[in-house]
């Protein structure tokens, strides 16, 4: 089973920028659809981005136009571009197939934006 490694994460003032990238233990499905998560304290768990293996992009709205997800198979990794975060953004953020839903996540990675 591949396994996901996220990094990047950190404490942000808002309106900073952060690049998670996320490491996959196995290789990658080149076909499969992968996406970023987000899990903030007391909601659940939501999908933020995806990208297709077309490099297809998809993003909800509150992240639309600050967010940037991009793959590079080669490496088996995922990257997150965030841009003029603000503090709606503070979660645990993760990554995996995009249309997972199992209990097999990695450790995450905390974003705070807090001034």
């Known amino acids: 089973q591949v396994q996901f490694v996220e990094s990047g994460g950190g404490l942000v003032q808002p309106g900073g920028s952060l690049r998670l990238s996320c490491a996959a233990s196995?290789?990658?499905?080149?076909?499969?659809?992968m996406g970023w998560f987000r899990q903030a304290p007391g909601q659940q768990r939501e999908l933020v981005a995806s990208i297709s293996s077309r490099m297809s992009t998809n993003y909800i709205d509150s992240v639309k136009g600050r967010f940037t997800i991009s793959r590079d198979n080669a490496k088996n990794t995922v990257y997150l571009q965030m841009n003029s975060l603000n503090p709606e953004d503070t979660a645990v953020y993760y990554c995996?197939?995009?249309?997972?839903?199992?209990?097999?996540w990695g450790q995450g990675t905390q974003v705070t934006v807090s001034s």
């Open positions: 196995g290789r990658i499905l080149s076909i499969a659809t």
């Open positions: 995996n197939y995009a249309s997972y839903s199992g209990p097999y």
